[in-house]
């Protein structure tokens, strides 16, 4: 049956299949429930790593390392000073900060034309990355306000 072959994809009880109609038992799907994170930069930063973290692989959401390589692969070439911030483990300054805000307009741009379907997998490797740098390594009080705008968008 494809209604329980769904449930087991998306760890939703089988039994909820007999007991509840289609479609309402998916609902039940434990990434679609509400989340409480905190209104404060810790409860974002917490809400973007859930948004990219442990529980998304069954669906695809955790960036591959293919997409991660060569995101900072084309930042070597037309960016270095920017790469050498990601990449060094030191503070992140105002090179990468831009880098980032400029990835993030071109991906909505490229979403914008061409659809968000091929840019899944280099969006949520640039959110991981985002989320990593913000959760371990240093920046001015401006540039993180910064990343966490490029984060949202």
């Given at each position: 049956?494809?209604?329980?072959?769904l449930a087991?994809?998306?760890?939703?009880?089988?039994?909820?299949?007999?007991?509840?109609?289609?479609?309402?038992?998916?609902?039940?799907?434990?990434?679609?429930?509400?989340?409480?994170?905190?209104?404060?930069?810790?409860?974002?930063?917490?809400?973007?790593?859930?948004?990219?973290?442990?529980?998304?692989?069954?669906?695809?959401f955790?960036?591959?390392?293919?997409?991660?390589?060569?995101?900072?692969?084309?930042?070597?070439?037309?960016?270095?000073?920017?790469?050498?911030?990601?990449?060094?483990?030191?503070?992140?300054?105002?090179?990468?900060?831009t880098?980032?805000?400029?990835?993030?307009?071109?991906?909505?741009?490229?979403?914008?034309?061409?659809?968000g379907?091929?840019?899944?997998?280099?969006?949520?490797?640039?959110?991981?990355?985002?989320?990593?740098?913000?959760?371990?390594?240093?920046?001015?009080?401006?540039?993180?306000?910064?990343?966490?705008?490029?984060?949202?968008?």
């Open positions: 049956m494809p209604q329980r072959l087991e994809l998306f760890d939703i009880d089988p039994c909820l299949v007999d007991t509840h109609p289609w479609p309402t038992w998916l609902e039940f799907d434990p990434l679609q429930q509400h989340r409480d994170f905190p209104w404060t930069a810790r409860g974002a930063l917490d809400a973007l790593t859930y948004s990219v973290g442990s529980d998304m692989h069954r669906r695809s955790i960036p591959s390392s293919t997409a991660l390589t060569a995101n900072l692969f084309s930042w070597l070439t037309a960016d270095p000073l920017a790469a050498g911030e990601i990449t060094s483990g030191r503070r992140i300054g105002e090179a990468a900060v880098r980032i805000e400029h990835r993030v307009r071109t991906l909505r741009r490229t979403d914008d034309e061409d659809g379907g091929t840019l899944i997998r280099e969006a949520e490797a640039g959110d991981a990355m985002v989320a990593d740098l913000l959760a371990h390594r240093s920046y001015s009080l401006d540039h993180g306000r910064r990343l966490y705008a490029a984060a949202a968008r």
